[in-house]
């Protein structure tokens, strides 16, 4: 059963652990290669260098907060990792606990063995055990592989935000 205590759960030869304050780095590069991987190539404005500007800070914070989960997935080398925070309700969504998957990569060569779907199993554990009563994660719209990945596992379209991009004058 999976648990999402230190030390839970290994998947074939990958071990997925919460992150220690010690493991920053290693969130902070494999945060660095989805920037440049994802949000690189689907979005022009995305801000490329900001895991090595202000990750640190982010995620020394997010690793204290009892209501954000950061998981590394790791052999001998960190092969991917997984961020997800606790959102609760608002005026309009009174009830909602949302768990928000924020962040999740696996390294290109461990793609498709089942890494990912440990790491979403995990943050549904966490989630779970956070009281959450909804999952959400978003992907841009022109990645395919990542829309079908979540709809795989029980993620459905909620919301769609369309953007018109403007021509600078």
Same mark, same amino acid.
């Given at each position: 059963?999976?648990?999402w205590?230190?030390?839970?759960?290994a998947?074939?030869s990958?071990? !997925?652990?919460?992150?220690? %304050?010690?493991e920053?780095p290693?969130?902070? $590069?494999?945060?660095? *290669?989805l920037? /440049?991987?994802d +949000?690189g190539r689907?979005?022009?404005?995305?801000?490329?260098?900001?895991?090595?500007e202000?990750?640190?800070?982010?995620?020394?914070?997010?690793?204290r907060?009892e209501?954000a989960l950061?998981l590394?997935?790791?052999?001998?080398?960190?092969?991917?990792?997984l961020?997800?925070r !606790?959102r609760r309700g608002? %005026?309009?969504?009174?009830?909602?606990?949302? $768990?928000?998957?924020? *962040?999740?990569r /696996?390294?290109? +060569?461990r793609?498709r063995a089942?890494?990912g779907?440990?790491?979403v199993?995990?943050?549904?554990?966490?989630?779970?055990h956070?009281?959450?009563?909804?999952?959400?994660?978003?992907?841009?719209?022109?990645?395919?592989m990542?829309?079908?990945?979540?709809?795989?596992?029980?993620f459905?379209?909620f919301?769609?935000?369309?953007?018109?991009?403007?021509?600078?004058?």
């Amino acid at each position: 059963m999976l648990s999402w205590e230190p030390g839970y759960g290994a998947f074939m030869s990958v071990t !997925i652990t919460p992150l220690s %304050p010690e493991e920053v780095p290693h969130l902070i $590069a494999s945060v660095a *290669s989805l920037f /440049v991987e994802d +949000g690189g190539r689907y979005d022009a404005f995305m801000a490329t260098e900001w895991p090595s500007e202000e990750g640190e800070s982010y995620y020394r914070d997010l690793v204290r907060d009892e209501d954000a989960l950061c998981l590394l997935a790791r052999d001998e080398v960190v092969v991917g990792h997984l961020v997800g925070r !606790i959102r609760r309700g608002n %005026p309009l969504r009174p009830t909602a606990r949302t $768990a928000v998957l924020e *962040s999740m990569r /696996v390294a290109t +060569g461990r793609r498709r063995a089942g890494v990912g779907t440990a790491l979403v199993n995990a943050f549904t554990a966490w989630a779970r055990h956070h009281s959450a009563n909804e999952l959400s994660v978003s992907a841009y719209a022109a990645n395919p592989m990542a829309i079908a990945f979540y709809r795989a596992r029980g993620f459905e379209l909620f919301e769609v935000t369309s953007r018109h991009p403007l021509p600078v004058e």
